[in-house]
């Protein structure tokens, strides 16, 4: 199954390396924002299992 591609994936993909480079930690910061949004519209309520299996979802569809 070929891997989708998340919005800050696809503007990394965009952009030089040396802008890449500056940006780093701010591009980091902002996939594990994003990872955190996809999670939690995800789950419908605070269920563990729940979270687990988003978590899973998001990891098998948009980790590279």
Known sequence: MEKQQTAIDWLINEL???TIS??????????????????????ADDNPLQRLKAEQYYNETFKQ
């Not at 980091?28 to 939690?40: C, G, S, V």
């Open 16 to 18: 030089d390396y040396e």
């Open 22 to 43: 500056k940006f780093d930690k701010k591009l980091l910061q902002a996939k594990e924002m994003e990872k955190k949004q996809m999670i939690n519209a995800w789950i």
